[in-house]
């Protein structure tokens, strides 16, 4: 495993790969781009979907929950994402990935019902 300083002074040290194609990093935008798509679809949701508001925001809020945990762990995640690519491991990590596909499940079913509930004029 390679590391290097951070910074000159520092006794923080950072794990560091030899990956041209920088695999973690690509991983990473590609989550963080996910989740910040999910939280501005749930955005939209609220702003478009009619239907009493306490249910609007509620499943709109419940969506977006995953999207801002993946956005709020991105760093840590990261590290952690080198970590393993250095130590020759690249596990699946199924958790983030359900979470945020019950989220977008959720917001659809929620705006499928509520579009079909209301009255039409």
Same mark, same amino acid.
């Given at each position: 495993m390679k590391r290097r300083r951070s910074t000159p002074g520092?006794?923080? =040290?950072?794990?560091?790969?030899?990956?041209?194609g920088l695999?973690? @990093? $690509? =991983?990473?935008?590609?989550? #963080? +781009?996910?989740? !910040? %798509? !999910?939280v501005a679809?749930? %955005?939209l949701f609220i702003r478009t979907?009619?239907?009493? &508001? #306490? %249910? #609007?925001v509620g499943a709109a809020a419940a969506a977006a929950f995953p999207a801002l945990a993946i956005l709020? =762990?991105? $760093? +840590?995640?990261? +590290?952690? +994402? #080198? $970590? @393993?690519?250095?130590? &020759? $491991?690249a596990p699946i990590h199924v958790v983030p990935a359900l979470a945020v596909s019950i989220g977008v499940v959720l917001l659809a079913c929620a705006a499928a019902s509520l579009l079909l509930t209301q009255p039409s004029s």
């Open positions: 520092e006794d923080t =040290t950072v794990d560091v790969h030899d990956d041209t695999q973690p @990093e $690509r =991983t990473t935008l590609a989550w #963080v +781009r996910t989740a !910040a %798509l !999910a679809v749930c %955005l979907v009619p239907g009493p &508001g #306490v %249910l #609007v709020a =762990t991105a $760093r +840590r995640n990261h +590290r952690l +994402r #080198v $970590r @393993e690519f250095v130590d &020759g $491991r």
